[in-house]
């Protein structure tokens, strides 16, 4: 008896939200609506399989070259995600929306990802290796990533940090954030980590918190050199400086280079 070609042959997991999903297998038609998700599929060998990305997958810098963007990602272009014809959608639970996801995931397979922990993404690591049949790459990636991090000796003790996301209003990253995990593997102590996810703070709440380091993110608000003299009037005792915010943030197969760059800033504090 003939098998029916590999690519029809069905492979059912359940994503980081606990939902069944049921993808042929391998996938020949990926969309990934999630920057770090998308250069971790170009990193595990998939750039000709994936079809759509986001305005904001930057990495690599030919992504958005050689597939269709398909919006952003809390706003999607049905239509050119339906003329795609994808056989697996990745997204994010935190980067998209609900409502887009459901309405996506009434027609595609779509896998979606909830991180808050560099386990969380390992385990996104190993799960995307799976369901497009680049399981030994993906893992290889991830342990790779872990025993990065294994060797990263944090500073004793840890720094109290403010780590900002926005400006008008001030948002810095909280508890139950992937940034927050980020930053007590790189020895800071954030200092809003009884607050939750992303809150606005005031400069009074900034002053009271009295943070030692104050971090501004490269993304998603572009902190410049020009924003360091606001933040040092607004807290003259901490010592105030730009970070990579991707580095800091983006859980895919960039986070190869995290480690390294958390002991570059350790070894400068």
């Given at each position: 008896?003939?098998?029916?070609p590999?690519?029809s042959?069905?492979?059912?997991?359940?994503?980081?939200?606990?939902?069944?999903?049921?993808?042929?297998?391998?996938?020949?038609?990926?969309v990934?609506?999630?920057p770090s998700?998308?250069?971790?599929?170009?990193d595990?060998?998939?750039?000709?399989?994936?079809?759509g990305v986001?305005k904001?997958?930057?990495?690599?810098?030919?992504?958005?070259?050689s597939a269709v963007?398909?919006?952003?990602?809390k706003?999607?272009d049905?239509?050119?995600i339906a003329?795609?014809?994808p056989?697996?959608?990745?997204?994010?639970?935190e980067?998209?929306y609900?409502?887009?996801?459901e309405?996506?995931?009434?027609s595609y397979?779509?896998?979606?990802?909830?991180?808050?922990?560099?386990?969380?993404a390992?385990v996104?690591?190993?799960?995307?290796?799976?369901?497009t049949?680049?399981?030994?790459?993906?893992?290889v990636?991830?342990?790779?990533?872990e025993?990065?991090?294994?060797?990263?000796?944090?500073?004793q003790?840890?720094?109290?940090?403010a780590?900002?996301?926005?400006?008008?209003?001030y948002m810095?990253a909280?508890?139950d954030?992937?940034?927050?995990?980020?930053l007590?593997?790189?020895?800071?102590e954030?200092?809003?980590a009884d607050?939750?996810r992303?809150?606005?703070?005031?400069p009074?709440?900034?002053?009271a918190?009295q943070?030692?380091q104050v971090l501004?993110s490269?993304?998603p608000?572009?902190?410049?050199?020009?924003?360091?003299?606001?933040?040092?009037e607004?807290?003259?005792?901490a010592?105030?400086r730009l970070?990579?915010g991707?580095?800091?943030?983006?859980?895919?197969?960039?986070?190869?280079?995290?480690?390294?760059y958390?002991?570059?800033l350790?070894?400068?504090?």
């Amino acid at each position: 008896m003939q098998l029916p070609p590999i690519s029809s042959l069905p492979l059912t997991l359940t994503d980081q939200l606990g939902r069944r999903v049921v993808v042929p297998f391998p996938p020949q038609r990926i969309v990934s609506l999630v920057p770090s998700q998308t250069e971790l599929l170009f990193d595990l060998g998939l750039s000709e399989r994936v079809v759509g990305v986001t305005k904001f997958c930057i990495h690599p810098a030919d992504a958005r070259q050689s597939a269709v963007v398909i919006g952003g990602t809390k706003n999607f272009d049905f239509e050119k995600i339906a003329t795609l014809q994808p056989d697996l959608i990745l997204g994010n639970k935190e980067e998209n929306y609900q409502e887009g996801i459901e309405q996506l995931a009434a027609s595609y397979p779509v896998w979606i990802s909830d991180i808050a922990t560099l386990p969380d993404a390992l385990v996104m690591i190993r799960q995307v290796g799976l369901l497009t049949g680049t399981a030994v790459r993906a893992n290889v990636l991830a342990i790779e990533i872990e025993n990065s991090f294994a060797t990263l000796s944090a500073a004793q003790p840890p720094l109290p940090t403010a780590y900002f996301i926005w400006r008008k209003p001030y948002m810095v990253a909280a508890a139950d954030t992937f940034i927050n995990d980020m930053l007590h593997r790189a020895g800071f102590e954030n200092v809003f980590a009884d607050q939750q996810r992303y809150p606005e703070i005031t400069p009074a709440q900034l002053a009271a918190a009295q943070p030692q380091q104050v971090l501004l993110s490269s993304e998603p608000y572009p902190f410049r050199e020009k924003h360091l003299k606001e933040f040092r009037e607004l807290c003259p005792t901490a010592t105030v400086r730009l970070v990579d915010g991707e580095l800091f943030s983006w859980y895919g197969s960039r986070l190869r280079h995290s480690a390294a760059y958390f002991r570059q800033l350790a070894a400068s504090c």
